[in-house]
T-cell receptor, first 113, second 114 residues
Framework: AQSVTQPDIHITVSEGASLELRCNYS??????LFWYVQSPGQGLQLLLK??????LVQGIKGFEAEFKRSQSSFNLRKPSVHWSDAAEYFC???????????FGAGTILRVKS | DTEVTQTPKHLVMGMTNKKSLKCEQH?????MYWYKQKAKKPPELMFV???????INESVPSRFSPECPNSSLLNLHLHALQPEDSALYLC?????????????FGEGSRLTVL
C-alpha cells in the first residue's frame, strides 16, 4: 500500500533563508509524487509533480523538488523564503491508474521576519 | 475558467437539519472528488465520481450522500450529522486521462455541526 511520511510537523525559517521540507514515500511501483500547499482556510494548490524523467522538478512560486529513488524521498526546496510562503505543505503519492491520492500528514511552515 | 467553486463557504447546522454542499467546475474535468479535512490533518478522501458515476466510496457513513447531476456539478447532501462531522469539506476535480493527483481544489466549505 502507498504511504507518505512527512517527519516535520512544524518548521520555522527566517525570511530570505533557504527551505527544505522532507517527504518519504512507500510504494511498490513507480510513484507519482506531488507537493501541495494550503494557506489557512483555503483549498490546496498543486506546487509541482514528478512522474518520470529528470529527478529535479521545478514548480510554481520558485519551489523545486528532487526525487531520490534510493532514499524513497521527494524533498521540497526553495532557495529564499518569502513571508507569503507561510502555509501548510502536503506531500502526496498517487498511481498511474485510478483516482486515489494519499497525503502525508503535512508540514506547517512559519516564516519569521 | 480554471476554478473549482464551492458553496457555501461556511455552514452551521443542527444535528436534525438537512443541508447540501455544492461544487461546480467548468474545466471539462470528468472526475470529481469530495475530501474531508479536520483541523491540522491532511485531507481524507470520501467519494470519487468518474464520468458522473460513483467510483469510490471510502466507507463514508450514509448521513453523507453524494450526487453528481452532470459533469460540472457535484453535491454533498448532509442529514443527521454529528458534531464530529464538523470539518472543512473540499471538492476537487481532475481532467480525463490525467494521473491521479493532478487535482484542482476548491476553497472548501467549512461545516460546523451543533
Amino acid at each position: 500500500a502507498q504511504s507518505v511520511t512527512q517527519p516535520d510537523i512544524h518548521i520555522t525559517v527566517s525570511e530570505g533563508a533557504s527551505l527544505e521540507l522532507r517527504c518519504n514515500y512507500s510504494y511498490g511501483a513507480t510513484p507519482y509524487l506531488f507537493w501541495y500547499v494550503q494557506s489557512p482556510g483555503q483549498g490546496l494548490q498543486l506546487l509541482l509533480k514528478y512522474f518520470s524523467g529528470d529527478t529535479l522538478v521545478q514548480g510554481i512560486k520558485g519551489f523545486e523538488a528532487e526525487f531520490k529513488r534510493s532514499q524513497s524521498s521527494f524533498n521540497l526546496r526553495k532557495p529564499s523564503v518569502h513571508w507569503s510562503d507561510a502555509a501548510e505543505y502536503f506531500c502526496a503519492v498517487g498511481r498511474e491508474y485510478g483516482n486515489k491520492l494519499v497525503f502525508g500528514a503535512g508540514t506547517i511552515l512559519r516564516v519569521k521576519s | 475558467d480554471t476554478e473549482v467553486t464551492q458553496t457555501p463557504k461556511h455552514l452551521v447546522m443542527g444535528m436534525t437539519n438537512k443541508k447540501s454542499l455544492k461544487c461546480e467546475q467548468h474545466m471539462g474535468h470528468r472526475a470529481m472528488y469530495w475530501y474531508k479535512q479536520k483541523a491540522k490533518k491532511p485531507p481524507e478522501l470520501m467519494f470519487v465520481y468518474s464520468y458522473e458515476k460513483l467510483s469510490i466510496n471510502e466507507s463514508v457513513p450514509s448521513r453523507f450522500s453524494p450526487e453528481c447531476p452532470n459533469s460540472s456539478l457535484l453535491n454533498l447532501h448532509l442529514h443527521a450529522l454529528q458534531p464530529e462531522d464538523s470539518a472543512l469539506y473540499l471538492c476537487a476535480s481532475k481532467a480525463p486521462g490525467q494521473i491521479a493527483g493532478e487535482l484542482f481544489f476548491g476553497e472548501g466549505s467549512r461545516l460546523t455541526v451543533l
